[in-house]
């Protein structure tokens, strides 16, 4: 793994925009794409991905089957109400399209280790797909090589999943005035079309009840909606109750038993069950158990939101937010790598079952946060 | 192992990015009735649905998804119309489906999307 650099187009800026990618640089004027650098990977490195990707996701439908048949719901603050359509959604084995783990290359063990698993509403996937497929095109032409096949897994899963499907239309949904939410939720309802599926987009606050089953704004009934929007969000809100009782029985994709792995309890459920794992780093509910370097997470932490970074059992950097009343976990704190430009962290995605594409995204601190850059790379 | 798509093409938004830049289309005049079914929704036009009433000869020149509204709108608490609010729904709707699909007509919106603690629901 090497960063290279290389000189950048003088309006790369225009190339990114004309190809729908309105967010390459924050408010602030700082960018959040990086064109001038890549990380230069080995195929072999490539390959070890793939395959901690696929371990690991077979650990986690593990670890689901574990918690459901355990019903330790309690362990993750899921509610009662909201158990069964976590069961049925599973025994259903209802849509479940993907999800991106979080990945350290601890430079001591040499050795990947999982950060966490983000599988109900994970981004950065119109930068994977296009962006990063086309900075790639525009620099190296067909010389080069990319762990990025993420284009072709989108429409290939799409055109599977439509079979499995309760209606003719499936809806997207996502917050307004999110550009990236936006961006990605409407990159996904694109390869849905190219897979022949009828799509519509509603915003989430759109959606409505008629008092037996939710709709859009045409009062079309919504039989399988694809949501970007947490679970734990959409399940304390007030039309939360209609799921359960939805008498189209609505598939949610991602599925309700996606919370239970896109949950930070899920980690030390993992080391439980898979004790010294080496793709796992040592983790614990509440305590650091005599861990001396750690970082203690809440359980529904986005971005990075409220997380604690202890070296030798002192505060080393904190981030602030709003998350925390939920509990936290400890996890073991690895061996961050940085080049120079900054830490790093190596999301994998997993689309449709299969491991298919890689980001890398650097941060000046440790903790990796929404101000994190994404960094392009290159197998060669 | 497959490792990067051979070529990425997309339909929706490249579609979405050209029609930004065309100038935007003068529609046709014609006459235009928008009703409001409760406070919070969007104005739906209902163009088509008067035209047609107004040349069938039933001369009410209302369309009749107002009228069942008008009809059901005690079921809102508006106070008005034929229905009684004290037996259960189906006995107003029975089993005529204009009057079941009137009274669906009356949807809430806004029961998702509060929680916001962040400004976007990425992770």
Redesign the interface.
Known sequence: MQLKYLTPQSNWQNRLEQNGFGYHTDENNIPYWVEEYYYSISEPLADEIYAATADLWDMCLQAVDHVITNKLYDQFQIPLFFHEHIERSWEKDELSIYGRFDFVYDTVHQQLKVLEFNADTPTSLYETGVVQWQWMNTYFGNSRDQFNSVHDRLIETWKEAKAHMKGSTLHFSCMRETLEDLTNIEYLRDCAIQAGINTKLIYIDDIGWDGETFTDLEDEMITDIFKLYPWEWLIYEPFALHIPSDMAQAQWIEPSWKMILSNKAILPILWELYPNHPLLLESYFDEPKGMQNFVKKPLLSREGANVTLYINNQVAEATKGDYGDEGYICQALANLPNQGKGYFIIGSWLIGQEPCGITFRESDKRITTDKSRFVPHIIE | ??????A???????A??ASCSKPTETKEEQQRVFMRADSSA?YTEVTDQYQQQRSSGGGMGMGSALLWYMAFRPMMGGGMGYTSPGIS?QSNVGSNTSKADA?????????????????????
């Open positions: 192992m497959k490792k990067s798509s051979k990425v093409s997309l339909v929706l938004i490249t979405t990015l969007p729904p009274y669906k007509k009356q949807t809430a919106r806004g029961g998702f999307g509060n929680t916001s603690k962040s400004n976007s629901a990425a992770s």
